[in-house]
Each structure stands twice: as structure tokens, then as C-alpha cells.
């Protein structure tokens, strides 16, 4: 079955460590996307990128990383510079909203900061 | 600024009541207006897109429509399965490099 792969579903981290969230995809999509989503707002663009080895920053993307060496992924890593972590993120892909706007998304991780 | 807002925030229906979800948005020039659902602990699910003022789509239960500011998701005899969030987002001819999305609109349908 062809899908976006979030791993882990669930994570805990102490304040001042580095996580890094996985997302893979079979899709054989060019563009994936990194979304933050918290309780009374609306999804929030962290990073995306559009070809293999180019990201841009989207509009919250101070304290988080990501790199995207292959086509499938595109792991995101949540720093000790980001001030709240605590959220729930989610990886999407498309073939690129240039040309459609249908993003298909992962399950999620749910990443809370103890 | 290009906003999304979405009402109401939470809808509570009887199973075969049926209702809208409002999704109204400021946008300079609007390219696709896009329908998600979203179950709980899950990611969105894409459900339609819309182009242009007067265009319509339907997938069962469901119909979305769209004028110039805003657009409604129309649920008809809704059921028990059709609970979730409903997520409105916006693409700007501007920037299609990127969806806007609302806050969302919790739908629970009770038996």
C-alpha cells in the first residue's frame, strides 16, 4: 500500500534534548511537507521541500531542522533552541501543490516535553 | 493577510439532522479552496477541491460549495461515522507553494 510513514507515534523528551521525527513515503511524490498542529489552531507549515536535497522555511520553522538526501525522506528534528515543543506534528507529500492542492498526510507524532 | 476562519467550532447533531460548515476566507487571488477531514490522533484526509465561485462538488453524504468569500460543506442525514474535525484550507495564486489552513469545525453526530 502506497502512504506517508510517521515514526514514532508517540515521543517524550526532557527539556534541552534533540529529537528527530522519521517520515517516509512510497508515493514517489516530489514535494513533502512538515505541519504543526495544536489545540485551537490551524495546521502550521514548518519546512517543505519541493526536490531532493532543497527545503524552504515555512512560517514557524525557527527551533526545527530537516534535510531531505533521498526522495522518500524527509526526517524533521525538533532542537533545544525550539520553545515549545510540545505538539502534534504531521508529514505530508504531493506531487507538488504547483499542480494540485491535495496533500496526503501521515498518521502523525505526537511529541511531548516533559 | 490571507486568513481562513471556520464556523462554528464545534456542531453537535442528531443522526439524519442535517447542517453546513462555514469556511470563510480573504485571500489574494484565491487559486483552490480545499476540504480535509480529520479523525482523532489522525492525519487530514483530503476530501475536495473547489476552483471557482458556483462550482460544486459531492462525495456521499457530503456537498461543498463556493462563492467568491466563502464556502460551505453541506452535510445531509449525517451519521454516527461522519464525526470528526473538518478542516478548510486556501491557495493563494501568489504563493502556491504553500496551503492557509482554519482552525476547523468538530462535527459529532450522535445515534
Known amino acids: 500500500d502506497g502512504g506517508i510513514t510517521q515514526s514514532p507515534k508517540y515521543l517524550f523528551r526532557k527539556e534541552g534534548q534533540n529529537v528527530t521525527l522519521s517520515c517516509e513515503q512510497n508515493?514517489?511524490?516530489?514535494?513533502m511537507y512538515w505541519y504543526r498542529q495544536d489545540p485551537g489552531q490551524g495546521l502550521r507549515l514548518i519546512y517543505y521541500s519541493q526536490i531532493v536535497n532543497d527545503f524552504q522555511k515555512g512560517d514557524i520553522a525557527e527551533g526545527y531542522s530537516v534535510s531531505r538526501e533521498k526522495k522518500e525522506s524527509f526526517p524533521l528534528t525538533v532542537t533545544s533552541a525550539q520553545k515549545n515543543p510540545t505538539a502534534f506534528y504531521l508529514c505530508a507529500s504531493s506531487v507538488g501543490l504547483a499542480t494540485t492542492g491535495e496533500l496526503f498526510f501521515g498518521e502523525g507524532s505526537r511529541l511531548t516535553v516533559l | 493577510e490571507d486568513q481562513v476562519t471556520q464556523s462554528p467550532e464545534a456542531l453537535r447533531l442528531q443522526e439524519g439532522e442535517s447542517s453546513s460548515l462555514n469556511c470563510s476566507y480573504t485571500v489574494s487571488g484565491l487559486r483552490g479552496l480545499f476540504w480535509y477531514r480529520q479523525d482523532p490522533g489522525k492525519g487530514p484526509e483530503f476530501l475536495f477541491t473547489l476552483y471557482s465561485a458556483g462550482e460544486e462538488k459531492e462525495k456521499e453524504r457530503l456537498k461543498a460549495t463556493l462563492t467568491k468569500k466563502e464556502s460551505f460543506l453541506h452535510i445531509t442525514a449525517p451519521k454516527p461515522e461522519d464525526s470528526a474535525t473538518y478542516l478548510c484550507?486556501?491557495?493563494?495564486?501568489?504563493?502556491?507553494?504553500?496551503?492557509?489552513f482554519g482552525t476547523g469545525t468538530r462535527l459529532q453526530v450522535f445515534p
Open positions: 508515493l514517489n511524490h516530489d514535494a
Open positions: 484550507a486556501v491557495q493563494a495564486v501568489r504563493n502556491t507553494d504553500k496551503l492557509i
